[in-house]
């Protein structure tokens, strides 16, 4: 890195310092000075799109960093201010779509995040219930329409409900859902009731009436 490149890349981190709302986001200016030293070398480069690819990735990187919103919305304002700074102006028409690549950058992990987070709600064991010993109950609710997504959570189930000695399971949710399921435990050999099956196997789903 050239000694101007190094006086850009401090300026640059001086004027994101008041945009740190948090300790976290202090660090995080420091642990990505590697993807800022790249955005600071592609602000010239002749085709801009590696420069959004490289405003992109370290929106990413700051996301997974934890920085703030306000961190991560004004770091291409800094970046463009230090330039200034060094006597190095940058293209200014290139800033406000590199400003609007970091942000979706970081948008996209933080949608991501909150996805998974999503995911790991109907995931074994919280998509289950003890009915009685041996019996289980299962909301099949895995929220996609990915046969291939869907299958392999069906045997993460499958595989968690073998390890917990479940051998009887009752079903609800989605038809597809539902379906990827019993194929799956079947397959193990556990075996599918109907809600009538089950509540005269555990006494629950007290509005069925045995017989």
Not at 16 to 23: F, N, S, T, Y
Not at 131 to 157: F, N, Q
Not at 198 to 207: E, H, I, Q, V
């Amino acid at each position: 890195m050239s000694a101007a490149s190094i006086r850009v890349l401090a300026a640059w981190a001086e004027a994101d310092a008041p945009k740190a709302v948090h300790p976290v986001d202090r660090d995080v200016i420091r642990a990505t000075e590697s993807a800022r030293s790249l955005v600071l070398d592609l602000f010239g480069a002749r085709d801009p799109r590696d420069l959004f690819n490289a405003c992109a990735r370290l929106g990413g990187l700051m996301a997974e960093a934890g920085a703030s919103p306000t961190l991560a919305a004004g770091t291409i304002d800094s970046a463009a201010h230090a330039f200034s700074e060094a006597g190095m102006p940058a293209d200014v028409s290139r800033v406000a779509a590199a400003r609007a690549a970091l942000v979706e950058g970081y948008t996209a992990i933080l949608r991501e995040a909150e996805r998974a987070t999503w995911l790991a709600r109907w995931e074994f064991p919280a998509c289950i219930v003890d009915l009685d010993d041996g019996v289980a109950a299962i909301a099949c609710g895995y929220p996609t329409e990915d046969g291939e997504a869907l299958a392999s959570w069906a045997g993460r189930i499958a595989t968690g409900l073998v390890k917990r000695k479940i051998r009887q399971v009752v079903l609800g949710g989605s038809p597809d859902a539902k379906a990827e399921v019993e194929s799956a435990v079947t397959l193990v050999g556990i075996e599918v009731l109907t809600k009538h099956a089950a509540a005269k196997t555990s006494g629950w789903f007290p509005w069925v009436k045995k017989r």
